[in-house]
């Protein structure tokens, strides 16, 4: 097997089994590609200081001698933008939050934001997947650190309702209002075919108003991909968007991504009423065309070989919201490639378009432009580099020149495998009304991982007052753990 195709190959399915890569393990950030910018989805303001914050996750770092543990942190926003200065660092061994840090946990492989207990700030609930639960291995655990004056501080644990049918229990999180009740939700998924909805409100004695069970239409071969939540139909409701590969016909070899969402009912997700979807690794929710109704945005890294929804180099599908809900069948609002109009760069194999998308109305003019990573991306002879489009609004037939750290003012140099754009995040840190960029080159420096932090403006992303930071600037070692897996806003 070529070596570049090999890397992308073992990158891909990480987002769905966690494989081995280069001597650790390396999520592209499947489960957590944030629905930023969606006029119904959650805020992270930890402090409540009126400005957005932002955590990221390194969730294979080493914590106190323990390999791939794992931890998350918060930069705080200011009116320059994003300030390492101002941060939260947590890991299972601080003080106050459940658990230890032990070998292989993942702590930070999944979050989500949302005030789940009422009291006025953001809160942050952190999946360790891969946390063994007293006998059971890799049973993982949920466990939200709540949001304060001061930031982040403390924890509760967030129980697993069933123990005994699955392991990975905190694999994916999402935050939404699913039954309309005013209080925000928890979807929680699981290494198997099953999610759950851990009912608002959360308090800190660990007590919430109960579960909801929900189970994909077929076998989830590798557990569930990706989940976000956002309202495609209007009613105030949050409806439920997941993915996940299922096997072809017995008779055939190889797998499809799938996806299916649920609305918001009155009693939670109707599960009855699942509405099928294109698969992927990677999903956003947010208004697009402006009609008030949020769109479904899914990316999908993997090739035609390995998946057969797949693509040469990646694709994202965009299905439109509606009073009904998500219309999808045959004809998606679009579906871009590195071939379609408009798209800067060419579509080349394995480039991994579509490793992360975000969407949020950067310049003001009532349309959701359309962040998308292009995480394997060549840039000269560097491999692997990757870059980041961001697509115009309404038609996403237009959008600005790439975004890379070849790009004039965008800190740092290209360099082989730094995965630039493995996530990004549109979301508003400096309260000028105009979502800022941020980006993750999860590979950085041979897997420490780094953000690049933009602003946006009435012009669109600018690279004015562009700041870089990576785990030194917060205090913590310098070492591989994949600093900026997940980013959440």
Request: no cysteine; net charge negative.
């Given at each position: 097997m070529?070596?570049?195709?090999q890397h992308?190959?073992?990158l ?12 650790g ?7 957590t590609a944030?629905?930023?910018?969606s ?9 409540g200081?009126g400005?957005g914050d ?6 294979y ?8 543990a794992?931890y998350?942190?918060v930069?705080?926003g200011s009116s320059?933008g ?11 061994n601080?003080?106050g939050?459940?658990?230890t840090?032990e070998v292989?946990d ?7 934001v949302a005030?789940l207990?009422?009291?006025g700030?953001?809160?942050?609930a952190?999946g360790a997947p891969g946390e063994?639960?007293?006998t059971d291995?890799?049973?993982g655990s ?10 982040l501080?403390?924890?509760t644990t967030v129980k697993?309702p069933a123990?005994?049918?699955?392991d990975?229990?905190?694999r994916?999180?999402?935050a939404?209002d699913f039954?309309g009740d005013?209080?925000a939700d928890l979807?929680?998924?699981t290494g198997?075919s099953h999610?759950?909805v851990?009912?608002?409100r959360f ?7 109960g579960?909801?069970?929900?189970t994909l239409p ?5 557990g ?5 939540a ?5 009613d105030?409701k949050?409806?439920l ?24 009912t009155?009693?939670g ?10 698969g992927g ?6 208004d697009i ?12 890294v993997f090739?035609k070989?390995?998946d ?10 965009v299905?439109r919201?509606?009073a009904?809900g ?8 679009a579906e871009?490639t590195?071939a379609?109009?408009?798209v ?5 194999e394995?480039d ?12 003001g003019?009532g349309y959701g ?18 870059t ?11 959008g600005?020149?790439?975004i890379?750290?070849?790009?004039y003012?965008v800190?740092g140099a290209p360099?082989?495998?730094?995965y630039?754009g ?15 960029f941020t980006?993750a080159a999860?590979f ?6 780094a953000?690049?932090?933009?602003l ?11 700041r870089?930071?990576g785990?030194?600037s917060?205090?913590q070692?310098?070492?591989y753990g994949s600093f ?6």
């Amino acid at each position: 097997m070529h070596k570049r195709h090999q890397h992308h190959l073992r990158l891909a399915l990480a987002t769905a089994t966690a494989a081995a890569l280069t001597g650790g393990l390396l999520t592209l950030a499947a489960t957590t590609a944030t629905a930023a910018g969606s006029t119904h989805a959650y805020k992270a303001d930890f402090n409540g200081d009126g400005y957005g914050d932002v955590a990221f996750a390194a969730p294979y770092a080493k914590v106190d001698g323990k390999g791939m543990a794992g931890y998350v942190a918060v930069v705080y926003g200011s009116s320059t933008g994003l300030n390492p200065a101002k941060r939260t660092v947590v890991s299972q061994n601080t003080t106050g939050v459940p658990g230890t840090a032990e070998v292989e946990d993942g702590f930070g492989r999944a979050l989500a934001v949302a005030d789940l207990n009422g009291d006025g700030y953001t809160d942050l609930a952190v999946g360790a997947p891969g946390e063994d639960v007293g006998t059971d291995v890799d049973g993982g655990s949920v466990t939200v650190l709540w949001g304060s004056s001061g930031g982040l501080k403390n924890g509760t644990t967030v129980k697993d309702p069933a123990a005994s049918a699955h392991d990975q229990w905190g694999r994916g999180l999402t935050a939404g209002d699913f039954n309309g009740d005013g209080r925000a939700d928890l979807a929680v998924a699981t290494g198997s075919s099953h999610a759950y909805v851990v009912k608002g409100r959360f308090t800190a004695s660990g007590t919430t108003g109960g579960t909801q069970k929900i189970t994909l239409p077929e076998q989830a071969l590798f557990g569930i991909d990706a989940m976000k939540a956002g309202d495609t139909n209007g009613d105030k409701k949050a409806d439920l968007v997941l993915t996940y590969r299922a096997r072809l016909d017995s008779d055939r070899s190889g797998s499809w991504s799938k996806g299916v969402a649920y609305l918001g009912t009155a009693a939670g997700p109707d599960t009855a009423a699942g509405r099928p979807l294109n698969g992927g690794t990677s999903i956003a929710l947010g208004d697009i065309n402006g009609d008030g109704y949020d769109e479904i945005a899914l990316g999908n890294v993997f090739a035609k070989e390995d998946d057969h929804s797949g693509s040469l180099g990646g694709k994202v599908t965009v299905i439109r919201g509606s009073a009904g809900g998500p219309v999808n069948g045959d004809a998606p609002m679009a579906e871009l490639t590195q071939a379609s109009e408009g798209v800067p760069g060419t579509d080349e194999e394995n480039d991994g378009f579509g490793g992360s998308v975000s969407i949020a109305d950067v310049n003001g003019d009532g349309y959701g432009e359309l962040a998308i990573g292009v995480p394997f991306e060549d840039i000269g002879t560097k491999e692997d580099t990757g870059t980041t489009v961001v697509m115009a609004g309404w038609s996403l037939t237009g959008g600005r020149s790439p975004i890379s750290q070849d790009t004039y003012g965008v800190p740092g140099a290209p360099e082989s495998m730094d995965y630039f754009g493995s996530d990004v995040l549109l979301s508003d840190v400096n309260k000028d009304g105009h979502p800022d960029f941020t980006v993750a080159a999860t590979f950085e420096d041979e897997g420490v991982g780094a953000i690049t932090a933009l602003l946006g403006s009435s012009g669109g992303i600018t690279t004015t007052g562009a700041r870089s930071f990576g785990p030194g600037s917060l205090g913590q070692s310098r070492t591989y753990g994949s600093f900026g897996t997940n980013l959440i806003g």
